[in-house]
Structures are given as structure tokens and as C-alpha cells.
């Protein structure tokens, strides 16, 4: 009405769909995805930590620096072990909830190395440690972190650069995808989740080395 009384045309207003071929999720699953990514992939980052302290409680640390199990086989032991668990936790849960009719071999993928990508980062970030309420307060900050993509899920418009940094980003979005159909950026997703699972490994294999198996070559 103000533009019609003062003589101005109004702006032509387009509209931009961030996925044409998207469709509409039930309610009743829309937060599946999320409490997979954060559930089910974060046993490893979780349990992993907590075994850590164990082992340095009890003295099994101890024994570890003076036999030849090497940092890499710890690392990876630990990683494939939570790997296998959180994606038969992640499967139980999508077969509960959506069902079968999903893309299982893009949700299997994605379980299996996320979980290990969450694993190797608790590995490197609870091997500091020595005792389980420092570590726990800490902690629940980092994934307090590691949660904010919710909000690019729920609001795709809202979805900053600083947010697709963040190694649960890909994970979630390309979930919503295998779960419920949809596009998924390829090249971004294979790019960062590879990025995440080499840096991840580096980061435990220097922390783990230096401050859970000391004086034990890898």
C-alpha cells in the first residue's frame, strides 16, 4: 500500500530452491539423522575416551609403553573396534525408526567412518587426561561444538562457511540424504570427511604417542 501511494514500482522478488527434487520429511523421523550423527557415531569418541582414563587408572598404560603394540596399532585397534559398534548402533536405530527403504550403502559408509573419524579425535583429545571429571566437563563443550550443524540442518538457509567445517556437517547432511532421498555434493563430502579421517589420525597418533604410550615407537 506505501508503494502504491507514493507512485513506486515494486521490486520483482525471486525465489531460489536450495533442492528441487527434495521432498517433504515426516515429522516423526526428521530428527532421526541427528540422533544417529550424535548418538550412535559418538560411542567411539565417548567409550574410547572413557577406556583411555581406565587404562591409565588401572596401569594397563603402563604395560602398553614397555611392549611393542606401537601407537598406529593402538590407534587403529581402538578405531576399527567403535567403528564396527557404532555402525551396527547406527543401523538398529535407522531400522527402528525409518526402516529399510534407505540407501544402505551410502548409510553404512557413513557410519562406519564417521564413527572412526569421532574415534581417532576422542583418542587424541582425551590422551591428556588423567582423571574423568576434567575430561567430562571438557568434553561436553566440544560436542556442544560438534552439534551447532543441528542448526544448518533444520535451517538449510542459515549454513555459513565456518559451519562446513565442522566434522559433523557432512556427515549429517549426506544421513538426511541416504535416509530420506534428496541431492548430496558429492565432492564436498568425499573431500572433508577424508580430510577429517587423515587429520583425526595424525592429531592420536601425536597425542596418543606422546602423552599415553610414552617412550613406545609406533
Known sequence: MVLELSGTQAEPVTTQLLETDAKTIPFNFL???IFICFEALMVGFILGGALMLAEKQDGTAKALRISPFGAGRYIVSKTLLFSLVGTLYAALICVLTVGFQINWGLFLLLSFFGTAVFTMIG?????PFHDMSGWFFSMVVLLSVNMLPV??????SFTPVWMKLI?????LMAYRSAMFGGTIEWGYTLLSIGAWGVLSYLLAQVFVQRNHLKGVKA
Open 123 to 127: 583418542l587424541a583429545y582425551t590422551s
Open 151 to 156: 542448526i544448518s540442518y533444520s535451517s538449510p
Open 167 to 171: 566434522p559433523s556437517y557432512p556427515i
Open 31 to 33: 530428527l532421526t539423522p
